[in-house]
């Protein structure tokens, strides 16, 4: 059984940083992508970024609003993804989905969220 | 990066058919997916590549696409259908999510 399980999130002041940890099992996690999604309370789903799988280059691609404060890494070796969260804005909060990212087969998996709270 | 719109809410009674759209300039030249998201819990991926049903969701729900408009639709539609739905889909720059849809079953 797949399982993505989400880690890190809590209370952190503006301007801090964070680092999101998604454990994964259930499956061969070096030959997937893995994404994250984000919902701020109330919201909709947000999409916040990707890394492709080692066969792909390893490569990442994020979302305007995150880009240049926010970085996704992969350990393949622990079957983790990171989201390292860096400049944090009030506009942040949110609840923090990790997914895996089966292109054209769609976000097939998701983790039961861990919520990051930015306030002063 | 462009937007997917959908309707903000949809009510159907139960047993009726439900159907939720989503537009988007790019959806004739990309895939458009379906999630469901009940309170509290993480979104399900309903359908992908426009039509496809992952294994385990119910025959009662089917996707189908026309130009810019694609369409989730739930036939014979159960109390425990409600929840909110979102579209998905791409362009060069990432992933974008349509802004939900609230379905009631009245």
């Known amino acids: 059984e797949v399982q993505l399980v989400e880690s890190g999130g809590g209370l952190v002041q503006p301007g801090r940083s964070l680092r999101l940890s998604c454990t994964a099992s259930?499956?061969?996690?070096?030959?997937?992508?893995m994404s994250w999604v984000r919902q701020a309370p109330g919201k909709g789903l947000e999409w916040v970024g990707f890394i492709r799988s080692k066969a792909y280059g390893g490569t990442t691609e994020y979302a305007a609003s995150v880009k240049g404060r926010f970085t996704i890494s992969r350990d393949d070796s622990k079957s983790i993804a990171y989201l390292q969260m860096n400049s944090l804005k009030t506009e942040d909060t949110a609840v923090y989905y990790c997914t895996r990212d089966r292109g054209y087969s769609g976000y097939d998996s998701w983790g039961q969220g861990t919520l990051v709270t930015v306030s002063s | 990066s462009y937007e997917l719109t959908q309707p903000p809410s949809v009510s159907v009674s139960p047993g009726q058919t439900a159907r939720i759209t989503c537009s988007g300039d790019?959806?004739?030249?990309?895939?458009a997916y379906w999630y469901q998201q009940k309170p509290g819990q993480a979104p399900v991926l309903v359908i992908y590549?426009?039509?496809e049903r992952p294994s385990g969701i119910p025959e009662r729900f089917s996707g189908s696409s026309s130009g810019t408009t694609v369409t989730l639709t739930i036939s014979g539609v159960q109390a425990e259908d409600e929840a909110d739905y979102y579209c998905q889909s791409a362009d060069s720059s990432g992933a974008v999510f349509g802004g939900g849809t609230k379905l009631t079953v009245l």
């Open positions: 259930g499956f061969t996690f070096g030959d997937y992508a």
């Open positions: 590549k426009d039509s």
């Open positions: 790019a959806l004739p030249k990309q895939y």
